[in-house]
């Protein structure tokens, strides 16, 4: 465990003492560190978030009496009686043999440590308790509800300032606000949880993003399909889905004497469509695509706007080749990924090769093979990775791409995962130039991920601030006076035959407030048209990032606008 951690996980015993001394009918739960911080739970405490200060007060008391961490092996018996009165403590202690205490001050602790020697190796100012929120015991929603306590912590005071800086930034980046502000989607609890709706302008940029990867995938020689949105339940028994992730797929739904599920994944009608005829090795790879809306149950306290829902759109794809081709294949996909995520304007990735699971299917030696490959690939391209212990499928090892965006948080996009299973288990075969039949490879593949889950992390990296070919209105035109509305429906008709998105507003409001309305809504270009405008055929530009541009002529706003456009700035 790091020092840090080993900081917060003391700060969580802190924590508990300070709540026992303030509040002492309370019962005591767990108190791990967590990622940037620490949270303890606790039973029988009813309180708000307005109680934190005086909690965080009474920890600063405690951490400055030099208080030492002191450990102790103690038998079951001692234990239980030192606990007996500590329901979730008893219960922790059924599955221990080994037993171990921390004492700090007054407040003793069934723990396995490590911890900081003593109180004083904590800054007063490095930590700040943020919120309380409901925890089921043990995470298990048919236990008791407890009241968690979250805090944060960090080396110093300048960490921790940093780190709240950013967290305004995110909070006013957040995508379910600004897509409320934006019109861009909506969720509605009585339309279904986890189930978002994209209203126009959302709805637009997802066409102008699908558009975008349908033209690319074409020009890289993808076949398109559409499947259906419901399967015959024994499609993801063949498959391996039902048995492996049962508890995150929906209940199967009965139709006279079969049972369909609600498609979980796309992957069985692609094999299904694959197998449709003989197959040829003059004919591999094929590569078969489809944005595939599917549905996954997920638990509501889970969801999150956009990046943690019920159904989703993924780009998806698999391809179906001979062993010898796959190596080149999967260099061009994760090229191919690279590309497409630069073009959305992210810089920064983390790459991750993520390896056999517990519970997979394939053999010892199938799984090094294909691992070794995915390795090489990354090798051949010269890629920084990381590797995901255990964090494959369970039908094979993956490449997982994820993009930094503009505050450094890291997001799941890219993956490209090997399948030695389902070709077997569905059958596959091909032609080979020998006149045998062979069973081909498999990759899955999805760029983005999924529509819903990219737009969120889009909005948050720009702050709802698209780049000019993604945003849904890329100018105002805004005549001052009523004098220069004919002029200014005139240059609205002209941009909008070179292809651009433009709004007229002559509505009867002052300038400035059309302007300050526009930065709102964040237009790219606000477009204001004068008396001087009109006479000399031009328009006065604003850009939303570098404010007064001046006098253009119209037909050089265009140019710069499509310049900007094709070079998805």
Not at 56 to 67: D, G, T
Not at 430 to 442: H, L, S, T
Not at 454 to 461: A, D, M, P, R, T
Not at 534 to 542: D, G
Request: hydrophobic share 35%; proline share 4%.
């Amino acid at each position: 465990m790091e020092k840090i951690e080993i900081k917060r996980h003391s700060l969580a015993h802190i924590l508990a003492s300070a709540v026992k001394k303030l509040y002492p009918e309370a019962k005591f739960g767990i108190g791990p560190a967590v990622e940037n911080g620490f949270y303890y739970d606790f039973g029988n405490l009813k309180i708000s978030d307005n109680d934190l200060q005086k909690i965080e007060s009474e920890m600063r008391k405690l951490a400055s009496q030099n208080l030492p961490f002191e450990r102790k092996e103690v038998s079951k018996e001692e234990a239980q009686n030192l606990f007996k009165d500590q329901p979730y403590k008893l219960e922790l202690l059924k599955e221990l043999n080994n037993i171990s205490i921390y004492k700090s001050g007054d407040f003793i602790d069934l723990c396995a440590g490590p911890h900081i020697s003593s109180t004083k190796e904590i800054n007063s100012d490095s930590f700040k308790l943020t919120k309380t929120a409901g925890a089921y015991w043990k995470g298990d929603e048919k236990n008791a509800m407890l009241t968690r306590i979250y805090g944060l912590a960090f080396e110093n005071k300048k960490a921790l300032a940093d780190y709240l800086k950013l967290q305004q930034e995110a909070e006013k980046r957040d995508h379910r606000k600004l897509g409320a502000q934006l019109d861009l989607f909506m969720l509605d609890e009585e339309a279904g949880q986890g189930l978002p709706i994209w209203l126009p302008k959302g709805a637009f940029i997802r066409k102008i993003i699908e558009n975008y990867l349908y033209n690319e995938l074409i020009s890289e020689g993808y076949n398109w399909l559409y499947t259906p949105h419901i399967g015959n339940l024994n499609l993801w028994k063949t498959s391996g889905h039902w048995n492996f992730y049962k508890e995150n797929l929906y209940s199967p739904i009965q139709i006279e004497e079969e049972q369909y599920l609600l498609k979980p994944m796309d992957c069985p009608f692609h094999l299904k469509a694959y197998k449709s005829k003989i197959r040829s090795y003059k004919e591999l790879p094929i590569k078969y695509a489809e944005f595939g809306t599917v549905y996954r149950y997920e638990r509501s306290g889970t969801l999150h706007g956009l990046t943690r829902v019920r159904g989703f759109t993924q780009d998806d794809a698999h391809l179906i080749c001979t062993p010898e081709q796959m190596p080149k294949e999967l260099e061009k996909l994760v090229r191919h990924g690279l590309k497409i995520l630069k073009n959305f304007g992210f810089k920064e990735f983390n790459i991750y090769l993520s390896t056999r699971p517990e519970g997979s299917a394939g053999t010892d030696e199938g799984w090094e093979k294909a691992t070794n490959t995915l390795k090489q690939v990354l090798s051949k391209l010269k890629l920084k990775f990381q590797i995901d212990a255990g964090g494959g499928v369970f039908y094979g090892p993956k490449i997982d791409i994820k993009i930094k965006d503009s505050l450094g948080r890291e997001w799941q996009c890219t993956t490209v995962q090997f399948d030695f299973n389902l070709p077997e288990k569905f059958k596959l075969r091909y032609v080979d130039k020998d006149g045998r039949e062979k069973e081909p490879f498999m990759i899955h593949r999805a760029l983005l991920g999924s529509f819903e889950r990219f737009f969120g992390v889009l909005i948050e990296h720009y702050a709802g601030a698209f780049p000019l070919w993604l945003s849904p209105v890329q100018a105002w035109i805004m005549p001052i006076s009523k004098a220069q509305n004919k002029f200014a429906k005139t240059v609205n008709q002209k941009l909008k035959e070179n292809g651009l998105r433009v709004e007229l507003k002559d509505e009867n409001d002052t300038l400035g407030k059309k302007i300050r309305e526009g930065q709102i809504q964040k237009i790219p270009y606000l477009l204001v048209i004068g008396e001087k405008e009109v006479k000399s055929n031009s328009v006065s530009v604003r850009d939303r990032k570098k404010g007064d541009l001046g006098k253009m002529k119209i037909i050089k706003f265009i140019a710069k606008a499509k310049e900007e456009m094709e070079k998805k700035k």
